[in-house]
């Protein structure tokens, strides 16, 4: 989506933040936002600093979640709070104060409806009743919005609680607030927009899954778009197989570092002859690895860097569970996306 686009729809509580920024006391303080904010910052920076009476800088490396909370460079930077915009918390300490404001998408009530009456009529066609509905954290005021008009339908609407998320949270890495409703319901509805966290969904638990998207107003199964991400996953694993030598990649990220996990898979890949290679950086571009000498990566930070930005790279990028499959540790019995809480 043009982030001109996403910025008339998205909304957040700047009073809420500078308030609690005032009872903090801080003088320096650092801004971390996502992507679709950036258009925005400049006057975000000017009314915080106006409004609150304190001093702001911000960072503008890609933030993509709560994983990648400038914590430690915000104190070694001299700020002593950081506001960080659009994702709930996922560190269980920060090094510094933080504050979390939550950015979602504006809800709207007749697009509720609208959604509602199709999503009751898709349910309804399937004889299902009992359904679990999940969001990001962006589209949580819709979860809200639809699980109300669900249950005026007759339906019975279930929202999981999950482990370091809110109520009804997916993340990429984390869909335990889903799993928890596993064996309840007929049917996961994913309130929000793209395919990823659907595709997670599928492989988390073995139930349809549908998306329910509020900005465009459709409801649709997930169906065959699965099977496809599997074999291309399938033709990836099949790929790094020929790989002699791995370069197992660390993100440095705060919610991403697993430096045991890449440590014990290079102890594994050095068992099958391989040669295997630990490598670090806050993220993973083509560029940062070209013309190193390896034939494949594997990605152990954030699931969607190898599942989305395969493409990008000349050489094939798995995930832990698929490199066990790939370098003949483990059978793909059950395909499974990789979470990291
Ligand atoms: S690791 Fe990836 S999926 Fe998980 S919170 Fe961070 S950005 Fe989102």
């Not at 400038?70 to 994702?87: M, N």
């Not at 979602?104 to 009992?130: R, T, V």
């Not at 190898?306 to 059950?334: C, T, Y």
Request: glycine share 6%.
């Amino acid at each position: 989506m043009p982030l001109a686009k996403i910025l008339f729809m998205i909304e957040f509580d700047l009073k809420k933040a500078v308030q609690e920024i005032k009872e903090k006391k801080a003088k320096n303080v650092a801004l971390q936002v996502p992507e679709g904010m950036k258009p925005q910052l400049i006057d975000l920076i000017e009314k915080i600093e106006k409004k609150a009476g304190v001093n702001v800088f911000a960072f503008v490396d890609p933030c993509f979640g709560a994983c990648g909370i400038k914590d430690v460079a915000t104190k070694e930077l001299g700020a002593s709070l950081l506001v960080h915009f659009g994702h709930s918390k996922f560190v269980e300490k920060e090094a510094i104060e933080t504050i979390y404001v939550p950015v979602e998408y504006k809800p709207n009530k007749k697009s509720s409806l609208i959604l509602a009456e199709k999503l009751a009529g898709q349910m309804k066609k399937n004889k299902f009743k009992k359904i679990a509905l999940c969001s990001t954290i962006q589209f949580a005021k819709h979860l809200k919005m639809l699980k109300t008009e669900m249950k005026k339908k007759g339906f019975k609407i279930f929202v999981g609680r999950g482990k370091n998320v809110e109520t009804g949270q997916v993340l990429g890495c984390n869909y335990s607030s889903v799993k928890a409703m596993e064996g309840k319901v007929n049917a996961i509805v994913f309130v929000g927009d793209g395919l990823f966290h659907p595709l997670g969904l599928s492989f988390a638990v073995n139930l349809p899954v549908f998306i329910a998207e509020p900005i465009e107003g459709t409801v649709k199964e997930l169906g065959l778009q699965r099977d496809l991400f599997l074999r291309k996953r399938i033709a990836m694993i099949e790929k790094a197989k020929q790989a002699k030598s791995i370069g197992i990649w660390v993100c440095t990220k705060k919610g991403q570092q697993r430096m045991a996990l890449a440590k014990l898979l290079e102890k594994k890949f050095r068992r099958k002859g391989k040669k295997a290679y630990i490598f670090t950086s806050n993220l993973l571009v083509p560029d940062y690895i070209a013309g190193i000498n390896i034939e494949a990566i594997v990605s152990t930070a954030c699931p969607r860097i190898a599942l989305d930005d395969s493409s990008l790279f000349k050489v094939p990028i798995v995930n832990p569970e698929e490199a066990l499959v790939a370098f003949g540790e483990k059978k793909i019995e059950v395909y499974s996306f990789d979470e990291l809480c």
